[in-house]
């Protein structure tokens, strides 16, 4: 097992399931984890677990709701103050929802919690991971993704109408396109970035999104430990130090496209991330040109 003593890993959705797991498993191999959640309450209590599981003390909690820009950002400013290296950021909260709703910002849900807060964070903490390098971003998909297109003129259902799985997968296919995007745009920085399916495992986000799906198949699904295993591989493992811009699935690459019309032109990929540049509030700043990503 690597280990990882001295490297601050941040795991988002950390107080339960696959986030529960990737942060004790990162903890096991004694490094600092940051610990994002909503939750507080909820967070100390799994923070204290971890500790007691791992061994590890240096398991620190942060308050933010990925929905939120204005949370995205109070936790950047947070953490940027405090710390000086980031050497893994873990993109693991989601949500899927089963009706149509909106953020405090007025976005769709799904595509406000699964897309925009994750791509605003991982924005606003390039700075550490580049002086961090070699470093790493691992980015939780869904095997959902593969049923889908990108509708890069309707990313947030306000035409057609809603369907939550198909919500939810169309921003996990969106995640997949950012992630092999930051990975061009990243290259030679030290900075990789990956996307994994962690495989159908039995967390609290499967049991109260599917519930039928869920009563169905709970007896031959995964563990949150099995699911996360790929997940913490991708954070530590020397033999995949140098891999970027892939899809992962129990420890191997896979490919993004299963079924035929599923794949975007270079046209549509461009437009998913100004369309995240321009709806996160950062066309207007200067962070874009700081971290050589206006291009």
Request: charged residues 25%; hydrophobic residues 40%; glycine residues 10%.
């Amino acid at each position: 097992d690597a280990d990882l003593t001295g490297r601050m890993c941040l795991v988002t959705g950390a107080s339960s399931g696959l986030g529960r797991a990737s942060a004790e498993g990162l903890a096991r191999l004694g490094a600092t984890v940051t610990m994002l959640v909503r939750d507080e309450d909820k967070g100390q209590r799994v923070r204290e677990a971890i500790m007691r599981g791992s061994g590890n003390e240096d398991v620190r909690l942060e308050i933010a709701d990925l929905s939120s820009l204005a949370s995205v950002r109070e936790f950047a400013k947070r953490f940027l103050d405090r710390e000086r290296r980031l050497d893994v950021l873990i993109n693991n909260a989601g949500a899927l929802f089963p009706e149509r709703g909106t953020s405090v910002d007025g976005f769709e849900l799904s595509f406000a919690t699964n897309v925009l807060g994750p791509f605003l964070l991982t924005n606003l903490l390039i700075q550490p991971l580049k002086s961090s390098a070699p470093s790493r971003i691992v980015n939780v998909s869904s095997g959902g993704m593969y049923t889908q297109k990108l509708d890069v003129g309707d990313l947030q259902f306000e035409q057609k109408a809603y369907d939550g799985v198909i919500a939810y997968a169309q921003a996990k296919r969106a995640q997949v396109i950012l992630t092999e995007l930051w990975a061009e745009k990243l290259a030679d920085s030290g900075v990789t970035v990956n996307t994994m399916h962690p495989g159908w495992a039995d967390t609290p986000g499967v049991q109260t999104s599917l519930p039928t799906f869920y009563r169905l198949t709970r007896m031959g699904l995964r563990t949150p430990e099995q699911g996360a295993d790929t997940i913490i591989w991708l954070a530590s493992a020397e033999s995949v130090a140098g891999a970027t811009g892939k899809f992962w699935f129990d420890r191997r690459e896979r490919g993004t496209h299963v079924l035929s019309g599923t794949k975007s032109p270079a046209g549509d990929r461009q437009q998913l991330w100004d369309e995240c540049v321009r709806l996160s509030g950062l066309a207007n700043q200067d962070i874009l040109k700081i971290v050589n990503l206006a291009a």
